[in-house]
């Protein structure tokens, strides 16, 4: 294993970092406080937008696009709560993937964003919000706990990694409202 790794300081860089560690280096070291931190933020910001378009006389949504708007606020919440419960289960908020793991994950993110080209907040937000589970997916494959041989490589045997077909079909499979759930892969 090589000295080569790459910390994640927040979620936005983070799908950049994985494309990197992808190219050079055999792990990523991804620090899961700053994706929850960043997570936190990016939900109460999307709380304030949903107020001021709320107050906005000039919108006039229906009922069913409104309450489409909440989805992503609470997505983006349970997912920063997601996180923060890896860190406590796990005892720590540092894991280290493999350059495999991060080179998927990073293809399955560009196919995420191929097809969020859609004008409206609420399902950009909500395709967001997948690509940090996508993330949080890989990462939680390999905790700090995981064995070393001799040479220091990590035994991550017990730990399947999802392929890059199947995160390609989840991707594909994603709807406009619909949810990206770790349980699905």
Not at 78 to 85: I, Q, T, W, Y
Request: with cysteine; aromatic share 4%; net charge negative.
């Amino acid at each position: 294993m090589t000295d080569n790794t790459t910390t994640t300081e927040s979620s936005t860089n983070s799908e950049t970092e994985l494309k990197d560690v992808a190219t050079g280096g055999d792990t990523a070291t991804v620090d899961l406080e700053d994706l929850a931190e960043s997570l936190e933020a990016e939900a109460e910001d999307l709380r304030e937008l949903r107020e001021e378009a709320k107050e906005d006389e000039d919108v006039q949504w229906p009922p069913e696009e409104y309450r489409g708007m909440q989805r992503p606020v609470l997505e983006v919440e349970h997912s920063a709560e997601l996180v923060r419960s890896d860190i406590e289960r796990f005892g720590g908020s540092e894991f280290v993937i493999q350059k495999a793991r991060a080179g998927e994950i990073a293809r399955a993110n560009d196919l995420v964003a191929t097809d969020s080209l859609q004008s409206d907040q609420d399902a950009r937000a909500n395709i967001e919000s997948s690509k940090h589970r996508l993330v949080q997916v890989c990462v939680q494959q390999v905790p700090p706990s995981t064995p070393t041989d001799a040479k220091g490589e990590l035994q991550t045997t017990a730990f399947e990694p999802p392929t890059f077909n199947h995160l390609h079909q989840k991707v594909k499979n994603f709807n406009r409202y619909g949810k990206l759930e770790l349980e699905d892969f």
